[in-house]
């Protein structure tokens, strides 16, 4: 998969003369929780360690799996992790709740929320109204399932009229039981998730899928973002830069090269189907970063006025005791330039 990453004219050069000036930092150890176990979308964060960007700017983390998008900011605060990555809504709970102790975000990489609700292309749901009467599927933690009483507001659907069971089980086995069952019919989400499971083993089961993207339905909704504790906040603001420049090197690299970004992966989880991962890689560029704010304002920006929208949202429909201020959750002062970040990913 060739892919064409449109940024400032100059940018990798710059990075390489400043290398080894950089190279002479005392360097500085961080643990960083991630959203899930090693997969294809955190091919920019591995190509940044591989390839030596933190490590040209005095870095060095120690990254732990996680156990999905929305457990991350809340392990963050629990565990003392330095930097996370994962879903920019928890993050809006967790800063409601521990207003001094939340994380930040700082590098939010889906401009566009990732969630969908997998149905049966052969069903009869249509739109988000058709869901009332419906029973739908999903992890507990799932940020689709998290973020449905937004979903719900936005598209008018009663929430008490859609049944909702959690299931323990991974992403294709849940949606085998709906395409398999009378009485479930939808399936909570990634996009770029389910259809990943969907091709693992070569037996892809995609063209039986339709989704309801929240990023069509819900619009003002970010998904995830890099985050720091407010510990490193306060003591080393110039190794929070010195990350999320080495972060976006990763990024330009795994756009413009990303097989690469997939053997990253698979030196960590060589158990990975990697046409599948590839697959899930694929889907986040065209679904999670592709948001017409990347070609205005970059990727890892986000628009103040919309997330404004999003925190609004959030804290009216998960019932939060607090609305959170937009510096509360996202400060935009350690992006690296705009000529130097991604503006659009196409094919």
Avoid at 41 to 62: C, H, K, N, V
Avoid at 211 to 217: C, I
Wanted: glycine share 8%; hydrophobic share 45%.
């Amino acid at each position: 998969m060739k892919r064409r990453v449109l940024l400032a004219t100059g940018v990798i050069g710059a990075a390489m003369i400043a290398a080894p000036a950089l190279a002479q930092k005392r360097t500085k150890r961080f643990r960083m929780v991630l959203n899930t176990s090693f997969s294809g979308p955190q091919s920019f964060l591995l190509l940044a360690q591989d390839r030596g960007y933190l490590a040209e700017e005095g870095i060095e983390i120690e990254f732990t799996q996680g156990g999905g998008a929305y457990t991350a900011a809340p392990r963050m605060f629990a565990a003392d992790f330095d930097f996370g990555y994962g879903d920019i809504n928890s993050l809006i709970e967790v800063a409601a709740e521990h207003p001094q102790k939340a994380p930040v975000g700082i590098f939010a990489l889906f401009n566009a929320s990732p969630s969908t609700i997998a149905l049966n292309a052969a069903g009869p749901i249509r739109s988000p109204k058709d869901l009332e009467g419906k029973t739908l599927l999903g992890h507990s933690s799932d940020v689709a399932l998290k973020t449905f009483p937004a979903f719900c507001k936005v598209n008018g659907v009663d929430a008490s009229k859609v049944t909702i069971r959690t299931f323990g089980g991974g992403m294709r086995a849940q949606v085998e039981t709906m395409l398999g069952s009378e009485n479930v019919h939808g399936v909570f989400g990634y996009v770029s998730t389910i259809a990943s499971a969907m091709a693992e083993g070569g037996k892809d089961l995609n063209n039986r899928l339709r989704h309801l993207r929240f990023s069509e339905h819900v619009p003002d909704l970010y998904g995830s973002t890099l985050m720091v504790s407010r510990k490193v906040l306060k003591e080393n603001r110039e190794a929070i830069a010195s990350v999320v420049r080495a972060f976006n090197r990763g990024l330009v690299a795994a756009v413009q090269t990303p097989e690469a970004g997939i053997d990253a992966v698979m030196r960590r989880a060589p158990w990975n189907d990697r046409p599948a991962e590839m697959l899930r890689l694929k889907t986040t560029y065209e679904i999670e970063m592709a948001h017409p704010d990347g070609k205005r304002i970059g990727i890892g920006a986000i628009d103040p006025a919309r997330m404004t929208r999003a925190i609004a949202l959030i804290t009216e429909t998960n019932r939060l005791k607090r609305r959170p201020a937009l510096d509360e959750i996202f400060m935009p002062d350690f992006l690296p330039p705009l000529a130097e970040r991604v503006h659009s990913i196409s094919s």
